[in-house]
């Protein structure tokens, strides 16, 4: 079954420490595709960054940089030189594989809390 | 300038109540959703729709209704209202096809009493 698992529940860190979050997926496609939210304290959901399986580049913008490894099923998130507005939650999304039609839904993991402080 | 907005914003209620919760996107998407988040952050989908079509309905009481009138529009109507219907729902919009990102809405925080 579909599955994305975030082990970390809570991170916290001081300002300019680089911190890693990690996702680990589960999937029986081949084709699938993989994102990433942020959820500030203000509530909403902000889109962040779509990764198909087809593409294992690692990318990167600004302070933010993912890496996607498809051996381990792994699609790991990267803030470097955090700041205190990085404070959120951040969740993995996988695409729900067999059915690739209109409508299908995102499958979140359960989130991890990144606290950030001065 | 809202690409996806929810109405309203806060809802507070009783027990046994009936509410809606509407959603308007105007970025033209094909395809919207409505998603749970309950009391530990947790994010599920209810329902989704394409082209004012029920594509996905997850195992979700059927006090939960969602109506499409257009292709701009997924309000969601709750009968009878629980205590375990407290949440934030979200709706969301994206093309039809999977490949693409969904864009949320700001939430709805229903809190039953």
């Known amino acids: 079954a579909q599955k994305v698992t975030q082990a970390q529940t809570e991170i916290s860190v001081v300002e300019k420490e680089d911190v890693t979050l990690d996702c680990v997926y589960e999937?029986?496609?081949?084709?699938?595709?993989l994102f990433w939210y942020k959820q500030p304290p203000s509530g909403e959901l902000v889109f962040l960054i779509r990764?198909?399986?087809?593409?294992?580049q690692n990318e990167i913008s600004g302070r933010y940089s993912w890496n996607f490894q498809k051996s381990t099923s792994s699609f790991n998130f990267t803030i470097t030189a955090s700041q205190v507005v990085d404070s959120a939650v951040y969740f993995c999304?996988?695409?729900?594989?067999?059915?690739?039609?209109?409508?299908?839904?995102?499958?979140f993991g359960k989130g991890t809390t990144l606290s950030v402080s001065s | 300038d809202t690409a996806v907005s929810q109405t309203p914003k806060y809802l507070v209620t009783q027990m046994g109540n009936d509410k809606s919760i509407k959603c308007e996107q105007n970025?033209?998407?094909?395809?919207m959703y409505w998603y749970k988040q309950d009391s530990k952050k947790f994010l599920k989908i209810m329902f989704s729709?394409?082209?004012?079509?029920?594509?996905i309905n997850e195992t979700v009481p059927n006090r939960f209704s969602p109506k499409s009138p257009d292709k701009a529009h997924l309000n969601l109507h709750i009968n009878s209202l629980e205590l375990g219907d407290s949440a934030v729902y979200f709706c969301?919009?994206?093309?039809?096809?999977?490949?693409?990102?969904?864009?949320f809405g700001p939430g709805t925080r229903l809190t039953v009493t």
């Open positions: 999304a996988l695409s729900e594989p067999f059915t690739m039609q209109a409508g299908t839904a995102l499958i």
């Open positions: 969301a919009s994206s093309p039809p096809r999977p490949t693409y990102e969904q864009y």
């Open positions: 729709y394409n082209n004012k079509e029920l594509i």
């Open positions: 970025l033209g998407h094909d395809t």
């Open positions: 990764r198909n399986s087809f593409d294992e």
């Open positions: 999937t029986r496609d081949t084709t699938y595709y």
